[in-house]
């Protein structure tokens, strides 16, 4: 059996964050794509679904990370701007519909990418803001 290059595995957000992660502020942005030929900059589509790809940094939570690095970045697939559940500076957060697809970087090393199809307020911090209202 062959993968093909670009392939993508389904995962749970708390295999990948099993400590949880949190949004770096201000960090949700759209992707774009550049076209050398017109030198112009467009919208970046996800190719296999055509949906407008959105990115954001997160700091993984794990404290057995140590001094190495904790931001990574997930992109979303999503027809609009995905919105973080409650606007604070500084939340933490869950993805739906997340896929893992590993690659090899320019330097040979094993790397991956993250990808969703949204984002929501972990399950128990949702909760715990309902019976605070």
């Known amino acids: 059996m062959a993968l093909r290059g670009g392939a993508r595995f389904a995962v749970r957000c708390e295999d990948v964050f099993p400590a949880g992660c949190a ?13 050398e ?17 959105w990115q954001v940094r997160v ?14 970045t997930v992109k979303i ?11 604070a ?3 933490a957060v869950e993805f739906e519909g997340m896929t893992v697809t590993p690659y090899v970087s ?16 972990p399950a128990g911090v949702a909760g715990k803001q309902k019976a605070a209202a």
Do not use: I, W
């Open 77 to 87: 697939s999503a027809d609009h701007q995905p919105v973080p559940p409650t606007g």
């Open 89 to 91: 500076p500084f939340e």
């Open 23 to 35: 949004l770096v502020p201000e960090s949700l942005g759209e992707v774009e794509d550049y076209d």
């Open 59 to 72: 700091m993984d939570l794990d404290p057995e990370l140590g001094k190495r690095s904790r931001e990574t």
């Open 106 to 121: 320019n330097t040979g090393r094993m790397a991956y990418s993250l990808r969703a199809t949204g984002m929501r307020a």
């Open 37 to 53: 030929k017109t030198g112009r900059r467009s919208p970046a589509k996800d190719k296999l679904t055509g949906q407008r790809v």
